[in-house]
């Protein structure tokens, strides 16, 4: 799909880009069309919308499958966006103490000085107009633009929760501790992200927001954390994590919807494998499963269970102490251990008292351990993933955990063993891709440059995105790209020219641009490279043909692209 423009640049879209294989990005001559646009996506969703997610200039509108996101291009084209009226927000007061490092230069760079600073923030309405970057994190536009000041040329490595902030035209208020480049003025105890509220974002887009100058905080007890643990007091039947081995997390197809209060799906990083190992064991598509990395985790049953274990083939030992019944002739007292293989993708029973080890991959990277019933953990904005970037959902697993088996079945029997798929190893592996939306801030030496090598996948890589090594790409022009939103299989460039793979938990707008994006049937191989492995990209085929096909084939899909 190339980039299609509207013939009128009134009240209209201007342009949309293809966004990988499943989204797309409309271009507004301004915020105003933005929200508009936004308003009416909400209102009336497209055919097969799956999450909008507004910006700066863009709204980027996600699919359910490559053939909605193909279709949806003439329909934003066409959308008239100066009949949309806006329904006014609430109205949040926000008290804040106005204490912040950056209050001093900020008054420099306004000219207002300090208490002007302080005047001008208080003195306008504030409106909420995306979210992004953190859960919680509004991007808020006031009335006038006389508190304008940029980023911080050195951004900070830990900005206090609570701090509130200006860069651009925008003024935010950060949920939770974490990186930043913008100005602080001021701190808060307001709390702006709270799962226990049926809408957990204190300002959500559309919401206006008053600042309230006070000269201390009032400290709120901070709410109890919803149970988004996964072990439960009480529980029964299950497994007991023995050794959670490198990572160990509950995943299950994450939770899509929540772009605009700055939540990413999160979720499995190969949902072919969770739908592979839920459909042995006859569960729900979506039941919850453990994600492990690497081999090393050992659990052991509470009760009898049913498991299966698919993604990177791995070897799976079964340990039985036998009772002391059965051991007559122990001298030291200890019991000798039964030992068995399981295969993989096949369901197996793990009695009461008996260990699993998974073992380390032979290839690939990622295995999926599923119990009959699913992992018990709680839902939280619909979904038991763990999101490793916003902290939502369970934490990590942990030694001496205990994990309930839920409910979370579709068959009163368990299925049949399957065929896994061929996984990556130590060979190049070739991922699809397709151009854009960003492909145009680079010229025609740096678009062969990425796809004419090989990408080392660096140890600073995890679940948010995998750092690649290899060539720097060179960008084409200069200065700074508005925050646009993103997505799972994104490639972005950073100055220092060395690709990050965004995956399931990768922030959900980013201000770098996007050269490309793997192809929504690939980003279950993605996920399967591992550490050291290597990745070369290729145009996707179909493609028009002025862009480079001539490499091999890639591998085939780990799963059917219709899932």
């Not at 902030?165 to 208020?173: P, W």
Request: a negative charge; proline letters at 8%.
């Amino acid at each position: 799909m190339e980039t299609v423009s509207s013939p009128t640049t009134a009240s209209r879209v201007l342009a949309v880009r293809p966004v990988g294989t499943t989204a797309v990005l409309a271009e507004l001559s301004g915020l105003h069309d933005v929200l508009a646009l936004q308003s009416l996506l909400l209102e009336a969703p497209l055919p097969g919308q799956v999450d909008v997610l507004a910006a700066a200039e863009t709204v980027m509108v996600k699919a359910d499958s490559p053939a909605a996101a193909r279709r949806m291009a003439a329909r934003l084209l066409a959308m008239d966006l100066t009949v949309q009226s806006h329904t006014e927000g609430a109205l949040v007061t926000i008290d804040t103490v106005y204490d912040g490092e950056d209050l001093a230069e900020v008054g420099r760079l306004t000219g207002l000085g300090a208490d002007g600073v302080v005047a001008a923030h208080t003195g306008q309405v504030w409106t909420v107009a995306f979210g992004g970057f953190a859960p919680g994190f509004g991007y808020m536009v006031g009335e006038n633009q006389s508190l304008e000041v940029p980023r911080r040329s050195s951004p900070r490595t830990a900005v206090p929760a609570g701090s509130v902030a200006l860069a651009g035209n925008y003024s935010a208020v950060y949920p939770r501790q974490s990186p930043g480049g913008w100005q602080l003025i001021g701190r808060t105890a307001a709390p702006m992200w709270d799962l226990s509220r049926e809408q957990p974002a204190l300002a959500a887009p559309g919401d206006r927001v008053q600042f309230r100058a006070v000269r201390e905080l009032v400290e709120i007890a901070a709410p109890a954390a919803p149970a988004g643990t996964s072990g439960h007091p009480g529980v029964q039947s299950g497994l007991r994590i023995l050794s959670p081995g490198l990572q160990s997390l509950v995943q299950d197809l994450g939770r899509p919807g929540h772009a605009g209060l700055g939540v990413s799906s999160a979720g499995a990083l190969d949902r072919a494998s969770v739908r592979r190992a839920n459909r042995v064991l006859g569960n729900g598509p979506s039941a919850a499963v453990i994600e492990s990395v690497a081999g090393g985790l050992r659990v052991q049953a509470v009760g009898d269970q049913v498991l299966a274990v698919t993604g990177a083939p791995s070897a799976l030992t079964v340990v039985t102490a036998s009772s002391a019944a059965e051991t007559d002739d122990a001298e030291d007292g200890s019991w000798p251990e039964e030992v068995r293989t399981v295969p993989m993708a096949t369901a197996f029973a793990l009695l009461d008292g008996e260990t699993l080890t998974v073992g380390a991959p032979v290839k690939g990277f990622r295995t999926y351990l599923a119990i009959r019933g699913g992992v018990e953990a709680e839902s939280v904005l619909g979904s038991r993933s763990t999101d490793t970037m916003s902290g939502i959902g369970p934490a990590p697993l942990a030694a001496g955990q205990l994990l309930g088996a839920g409910a979370t079945t579709t068959s009163n029997v368990v299925g049949n063993p399957e065929l896994q798929p061929d996984y990556p190893d130590a060979a190049v592996t070739v991922l699809d891709i397709v151009p854009g939306p960003r492909d145009d801030w680079f010229d025609a030496a740096a678009l062969e440059s990425l796809c004419s090598q090989d990408w080392a996948v660096t140890p600073r890589s995890n679940r948010v995105g995998m750092r690649l090594a290899g060539e720097p790409l060179r960008r084409s022009r200069d200065g700074e790209l508005p925050s646009e939103g993103t997505m799972a299989g994104a490639l972005q460039i950073p100055p220092e020219g060395q690709p990050v793979l965004f995956l399931a938990d990768h922030p959900i707008t980013g201000g770098y641009p996007v050269i490309g994006v793997v192809a929504d049937y690939h980003l279950d191989l993605a996920a399967q490279v591992p550490v050291g492995g290597s990745i070369r990209f290729r145009w996707a085929p179909g493609l028009p043909a002025s862009t480079d096909t001539s490499h091999d084939h890639p591998h085939d899909s780990l799963d059917e692209v219709s899932n």
